[in-house]
């Protein structure tokens, strides 16, 4: 069992920056890929962002490549999102899950999911 904590969501201006954190429990934490994906009201979930269990592989999507970077600390069992020049379209509950090692964080293949961090960005 893995349990996933996020923080660092909070209310920001558009052009403005966030740093989002996910802390995992348990030992295995580097067997895992790891990703973010976000939830606006009245839309589907989307993928933002996954890191290989190295870090060495990230895989953002097109919408905030540029201006978020996903990393990860396997000795913290922590796993990061640097958000800048945030946009309003970028709101949402942002979650944290884990993935087989070899993935990108499909959903169809997240293990665990956290219970989430609120990002607003007013324009």
């Known amino acids: 069992q893995v349990q996933l904590v996020e923080s660092g969501g909070g209310l920001v201006q558009a052009g403005g920056s966030l740093r989002l954190s996910c802390a995992a429990s348990?030992?295995?934490?580097?067997?895992?890929?790891m990703g973010w994906f976000r939830q606006a009201p009245g839309k589907e979930r989307e993928f933002v962002a996954a890191?290989?269990?190295?870090?060495?592989?990230?895989y953002p999507v097109d919408s905030v490549k540029g201006r978020f970077t996903i990393s990860r600390d396997n000795a913290k069992n922590t796993v990061y999102l640097q958000m800048n020049t945030l946009k309003p379209e970028d709101t949402g509950l942002y979650l944290c899950?884990?993935?087989?090692?070899?993935?990108?964080?499909?959903?169809?293949?997240?293990?665990?999911w956290g219970p989430g961090t609120q990002v607003t960005v007013s324009s």
């Open positions: 348990g030992r295995t934490f580097s067997s895992y890929a």
């Open positions: 890191i290989s269990w190295s870090g060495g592989t990230t």
């Open positions: 899950v884990t993935a087989p090692r070899g993935s990108n964080c499909p959903d169809t293949l997240v293990f665990y």
